[in-house]
């Protein structure tokens, strides 16, 4: 469908809404203090209206923020939230991967980058375990649509997803939430905050989430054997005041995660079909997968990770001047049974009923795999180490009531860690990563008249990049096989320096309306991929990517402000896109540049206040992602040439030389072509100071192509989840309590797969229900 087709829909779409709430008109009227709340956001360095902001943003806080974790979920249940953006892993709760508009990385390294930067409580989270620190008393998150390159630097092509914590001030407050469900889930959930003494003030808030094993390891007979977690998590914060010229927030936090890393599952799909079948068994796995050979290691994931930051902010004469010190350190491994399956030499060993197996001679005598044909197992471990990153960033602004405004800055960034992956046949092989940023940057905004808003901007952005290959242990098994050597790697450095822009004009058409247009360029820097050194391979290395973005949007409230509508249509268009070729018979992963990437769409945001009892929001995004390369090809599922193996999916892809697919005109992986947010809210007045209330939101998926090449199998289309919580709340007593449930009616999604030799899925967690009671004080 065309983009002027998919416009027209929206269009329509919009038309149908206002008409559904024109009947409400003079309701609405009668009663002029219900009204909408006012959002701020601070997508532009400064607080602004979301309604005033020249850039298509999403907010999520409160109640509809905290139902989506309230089973437990990691930040990944962000994913089809929010109109445009989804996120997937296939390494449990750490090292999760967004993406905006259809943009993002596949890459699973651990190095990799992402066109989706994550940015808390002012710091960027570059490295991608650190993106999946835990969301808990948050004050609000924004998902800035986008390339946001002139503030917020390279890595920020497709937008930024921001998160901002409850901060302290002098007025005493504290709360407790304590939740439990099936499967053992256990959540607890608290802060406290207020005056510590003159000017200054603190505040400090806990995380621990708990799930019990669940999974059991069929292979192996052990019951209840993975699945679960322990994650902890805290922060710490000092606001110190000693005048109304200067501020100082210094915020220390910590977590801990003892848990499960991403679940493979062999042989789920039939070729031909991406229906999960037989093999599919959500409380059962056949995993023996394991390092040093005491027994299959069932998927064990340990992470943590400790930080602080100092936001320094002085009044002077007409201007402000902030600055932002923050270090960030972690550590830790994650194990993964890559293959999803088990071999054994017992060719008598018990098959269950409706699994199936295959028995064949990989060259020392037959074997039995199962669930289906698993041609070599493949166990990998990763540990990270060193993890360090620093950052520092200087910007003055203006601080007048003139019509022009400005912000100028700079920022520092230098990381540094140490991978090493592991694997039962080739040993360990240890890479070091190092990577250093420098930028300046300055912003101007000016009011032309009461009605019209221009906005310019410009940043260069200086970023070098180098990889050192450690020491290799390779295993004697491989070494007598042929299939390793000690290899002799050279250091590689790379460098680029570029510069990034924006101009948009906002024009309010009267005091409920405003229309906005904006032009925008990024880039993200180049990327040095390292994993294939640990298998005898090579490192690659990607040239950095630059986009070019236009989009046009509404912004609306109606109805005496009960109703807010915000729409906004975009184009863009990549030059050089990175993307992660990963597959092929030895399952290898290797950085390449397309020619280009386009892409375009349209997303729309909806909140109405039906009435004083009911509440509904809604949005709906679609995205066209296409790869522009006519001489760009890879290996899909497990294509081998060498032994003369064209994979074990349904290529729909050309094949040219009958094993490598062509990807030319396909959409961008994991970049769902539609998300449609629904939730409603119900409440009803208990006595004189309370209330029964029933919230649900739904999140629907389109049709997600999971890798570069188009085939049958790895393909998903409707996903979707529902949440509900029915419960009580006393605004005098100030506490509430609630049943939760989460993926209601325990849908079984694909999230992921694994690019190898056998058909191997990853699916969404199960259904979640449980009760959860907070109480606050004040």
Known sequence: MTLLKK???????????TSQVTFAQDQASEDADRALEQITVTAQKRTQSIQDVPISIATLNGERFESIFSGGDDILALAVRVPGLYAESSNGRVAPRFYIRGLGN??????????VSIVMDDVVKENVILKSFPLFDVEQVEVIRGPQGTLFGRNTTAGIVKFDSVKPTDDFDAYVKLGVGNLGTLNFEGAVGGALGDNVAGRFSVLSQDRDDWIDNGFTGQADAMGGFDEKAWRGQLLFTPSDDFSALLSVHGRELDGTASIFRANVFTPGSNDLNGNFDR??????????GNGADNNPQEYENYGASLKMEFGLEGMSLTSITAFEQAEGSSLGDIDGGATTSDLDYPVPTGITSAIFDPGFGEVLTLPGFIPFGAVTQDNLDDLEQFTQEIRLASETDDAMSWQVGAFYYDSS???????GFFGATTVFHENTTWAIFGQTSFDVNERLNLTGG????????????????VNGFALVTGDATIQEYEDINVDDGQVSWELSANYKVDRDTSVFARLANGFRAQTIQGRDVAFEGNP????????????LGMKRDMLDDTFRINAAVFYYQIDDIQFSAIGGGANNTALVNADKGVGYGFEIDAQYLVNDYLTLTAGYSYNNTEIQDDSLTVLPCGANPAFGSTGNCTVLDPRPDGFRATID?????????????????????????GEFFIFTDWAFQGET?????????FKTDDNYEGGLRIGYEDYENNYSIALFGRNITDEENVKGAIDFNNLTGIVNQPRIFGIEAKVSFY
Do not use: H, M, W
Not at 283 to 289: I, T
């Open 7 to 17: 416009a027209t829909l929206a269009l329509c779409v919009q038309a149908a809404l």
């Open 106 to 115: 596949t890459d699973f390294d651990l190095a990799a980058s992402q066109p």
């Open 283 to 292: 409380d059962v796995v056949y995993y023996d997968g394991d390092i040093d």
């Open 417 to 423: 860690f140490n991978v090493t992956s592991i694997d």
């Open 458 to 473: 410009l940043r260069y952005t200086y970023d070098e990049k180098s990889l050192r290959v450690g020491d290799q242990n």
């Open 540 to 551: 690659s290395v990607a040239e950095a990517e630059t986009i070019n973005s236009i989009e």
């Open 665 to 689: 005109g396909n959409p961008f992986p994991q970049a769902p072509e539609t998300i449609f947010t629904f939730t409603a809210r119900y409440a009803t007045p208990v006595g004189d100071s």
């Open 705 to 713: 192509n999971l890798f570069l090449y188009d085939s049958v199998e």
